[in-house]
């Protein structure tokens, strides 16, 4: 089989993450981690979804910085572009089109439901805008744009992946199989990271306290204070237990950064101190961030290499994605366009 053949016997896969600014722990974990791995198995399509980041008001310089800082973060956590294509998703106008499009196979009542909307509306009284509506639609197009197949996306994500497929469904039932219906992906391991404060409240960039959250790019120092002062229990004993929520997400980030598993991880820490054990959870977390820090430190200053970076994607996902745009709309009945 040609090497040609062989990539295209490979499912595809359509994740995109917000320019929030530095990622979290919990985002790393939960998902970025989780984006290179795949990238041997898979054919992968990864964006910075500066359009989905509108939805909420957000400053124009500060959304060219965080989108900018978001792909390098992107690359410095292994995105290898020989393999996979990293773009910024407004370069690649097809999602916005395909977006309009599929508004029109989208139910009101359906994108009334969605909790994250409920949410976000109840948070932003002030601007209730219709891109905030209709932020799953275009969360579908991103995926069906492509084609997809698997859709890797933490837990909150999993209702706007079940309207895409569904959305996906009735247009097929209506104008003839055109679109793949994608999977969700949950990875191995899709830890959900907790507050060190709050541990009953997922880790979040928006929590006022700073020591609740650990940013992937802390210094070593900055990552072993935060954990000492982790919050934990009265009790003495290291097992993840129900009850122990700042011990319970202690071990689960412990294992998901080192591989063993929480079991192996009780064994290690039976009969030491919670000291102890923050400290060891905290010089694990600093080291295996080390290369990932390293490696952005390099990369955000380097506009030139970024910038041929994000060009040579987004015209690879625009050529791509104009294929199956086209057809959606021989489908619908639009008059071919020769304007190029
Ligand atoms: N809504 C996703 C989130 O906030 C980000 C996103 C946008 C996405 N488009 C996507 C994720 C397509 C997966 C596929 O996490």
């Not at 994108?111 to 891109?131: E, P, V, Y």
């Not at 959305?167 to 793949?180: E, H, K, L, P, V």
């Not at 900055?222 to 997400?249: C, L, M, P, Q, W």
């Amino acid at each position: 089989m040609s090497e040609q053949n062989q990539q295209q016997e490979k499912k595809l896969i359509f994740s995109g993450i917000q320019p929030t600014g530095t990622f979290t722990l919990g985002n790393y974990i939960g998902a970025i981690r989780n984006w290179a791995p795949l990238q041997d198995e898979y054919r992968c399509i990864y964006s910075v979804v500066d359009e989905h980041a509108i939805t909420v008001r957000i400053e124009p310089a500060v959304l060219r910085r965080k989108t900018l800082e978001a792909y390098a973060q992107l690359l410095a956590c292994g995105i290898d572009l020989e393999k996979s294509l990293l773009f910024i998703q407004s370069h690649v106008p097809t999602h916005a089109q395909l977006s309009w499009v599929l508004n029109c196979s989208a139910q009101f009542g359906e994108l009334s439901r969605m909790t994250q909307f409920k949410d976000k509306s109840r948070k932003h009284q002030d601007d209730i805008n219709a891109g905030l509506f209709d932020y799953p639609v275009l969360m579908a197009a991103d995926i069906l744009v492509y084609n997809a197949d698997l859709v890797p996306i933490g837990a909150d994500q999993t209702q706007h992946l079940e309207l895409a497929r569904v959305i996906a469904r009735r247009f097929n039932s209506r104008y003839g199989d055109t679109f793949t219906v994608p999977e969700g992906y949950v990875p191995p391991v899709g830890a959900r990271i907790m507050s060190l404060q709050d541990p009953t409240k997922k880790m979040s960039k928006s929590d006022e306290n700073p020591n609740a959250v650990i940013l992937i790019l802390d210094d070593k120092d900055t990552i072993i204070r935060k954990f000492k002062r982790a919050v934990t229990d009265s009790g003495s004993e290291i097992v993840f237990r129900e009850g122990k929520d700042g011990i319970n997400n202690l071990l689960t980030i412990y294992s998901a950064v080192t591989g063993k598993s929480i079991e192996e991880a009780e064994k290690e820490f039976d009969g030491k101190g919670y000291g102890d054990f923050k400290l060891a959870v905290g010089e694990v977390v600093a080291d295996h961030l080390a290369p990932v820090r390293d490696a952005y430190a390099r990369l955000v200053d380097d506009k030139a290499y970024l910038k041929e970076c994000y060009t040579r994607c987004g015209a690879e996902a625009l050529r791509y994605s104009q294929r199956i745009l086209n057809k959606v709309y021989r489908k619908v009945g639009f008059v071919a366009s020769e304007i190029r």
